[in-house]
Every structure is written in structure tokens, then in C-alpha cells.
């Protein structure tokens, strides 16, 4: 046997392994991080194979009402008002606070082929803070 | 009489106070001016399943000599080692594919290299039709410097597309 051989081998059992270990927890789905000029808002978020959205290196501004939003568009401009717009959403809670790392559940069913962007949303006044585009 | 003005007069006052400080109550809950000031921090842990896979470095590929796409990860496992996958992975089909890990600094000419003209890393061989593939990295890998991942065709001589390795 040959060392090439031996070598690709061991290739294919770790392959085997390390494809066994992530078929069975979470992988990310889609990724992508957040821009946001008026009401700086930095980080990533990403979507997780068990439906979670998690933010990380987070950080927005403060203020009223802020809640956490997938919407149905590839992305947000500053200011944004999915009201006006007509964009559809799904509303994924309160934001739990304004800087750190945080989990949200999406709600089993959503697509994530139509809702391709997370927003910061500002719900007292109806406005985007932040948004970040979630590609595959 | 006098006792009667002062009553009347008290109790507007009392009226006007009561009303403006509902509309201070008012004002302050519709723009949280303290929010201006004060941080809310979180720290959550990573969901449950999460906990055996750190996510390290992550990327989009981009399409160079064939139609390309997917996204390549590298994380950490619990022992320490790292694996990079692809997933939701797809390229145009060849005899035999393999994933290098090239140094981003040798880059100038991507499209088109012998393999030794380049700095890079062999990984091991990839299926184009299989969207979702894992492969252990070597322990003494920088990804640091070789930070992008190269689709490499041997028999076409050319690289069919490229993921560049940002921080998670």
C-alpha cells in the first residue's frame, strides 16, 4: 500500500467523523453582519440548523421599544419603515439588549429563502436601526 | 370670599400639576431619553446544540473560472481540532476536485497558477455535487495566512472559485 493511499485513508475516516459530529448539532444556516450609520449598529448575526438566530459582537443603540425582526427583503437601508414599505415580517421578540451576545427562536415554518435580513427595528417609531443580510 | 379663592386656585393647581405631570409620564415613555445614556449588556451562552461547535471563520464562495457558490466554515471542535465544511455548496462538475487552503498573500494571480507558483495547503478532494462536506484540518495550519479556500481543478488547471476566511 502506498503512503498516498494510507494518507487518503485518514482522510476519509476523519472526513467520516467530523461529518457524523456535525450532522448532529448545530451548523450555521446563514450569516451575515449588521450595517447601521444613524443609530451605529455593528456585529453578526446568524441563523443556527436548530431555527436559532444569534447575535454576536453586538451592538446598537439604545431606545424605545426595540425588537428583533426578520424581514422579506435581502436587506435594509438606515431609517427604513417596513410599515410604510409594505414589507412583511416576523417579529421575533424585544430585543433583550442593546449590546452582547443573544439567542432568538424563529418560529418553526419560517423561509429563509423570503426573509433574508435581520432588522433592528424601532417599533415606537417605526424605524430600522440596523440591518444585516443573511446569506446561505 | 377670600377662603373660597384660595380653594379654587389651590385645586386648579393641583388640576394642572396632576396633568402635567401625566404628559411628562407620557413624553418620558415614548422616547426613553435615558435609553441615550444607558447600556443594556447581554451575555448569553450559545444554544445547547452549539456547544460542541465554536464557528471560527467563515465565508461566501465566489465563482472564478466555473459557476460557484456555498459558504465554507471553520470551527472548533471540543478536542481542539478544526474542521472546515462547506454547505450549500455547488460548482461545475470535473473529474476530480480539491479543496486547497491558499495563502491570501499569493493571490495576485487566481485564476490561473501551478501549484507551485502559489503557497497552499492540499485539504483533500471534493464532490461537486454534494452540498454539504467536512474536512479535518492539520493541527499546524495558520488560517490566519491561509485564509481562503480554493476549488482546484488538476486536469483544467484552473481554480473554479474561491471563499475567503473572515473572523466569525
Redesign the interface.
Known sequence: MTIRKLVKIARAVAMFGATALLAQSGTIVATGTFHGAAHSTSGRATVYSDNTLRLTHFKTSNGPNLHVLLIAATDAQDNDDFIKKGIERVDLGPLKGNEGDQNYTIPAGTDLNKYRAVSIFCERFSVNFGAAPLDK | MPEDAAYKFSKRRIVSTALALVVLFGLW????PE??F??????????G?????T?LY?G?FHSAARDTS??A?V?Q?PNGSR?L?V??FSTSSAPVLDVILLDGRSLANSQNFTPSDINGRDI?EIKASQP?????LPADLDIDRFNTVAIYSADLHAIFGTAKLDA?
Open positions: 415613555y415614548a422616547f426613553r435609553k441615550l444607558v447600556n443594556k449588556r447581554v451575555a448569553e451562552p450559545p444554544p446544540t452549539l456547544g460542541q461547535l464557528p467563515t461566501s456555498g459558504r466554515t470551527y471542535q474542521v465544511t454547505s450549500n483533500g454539504q462536506q467536512s474536512y479535518v466569525f
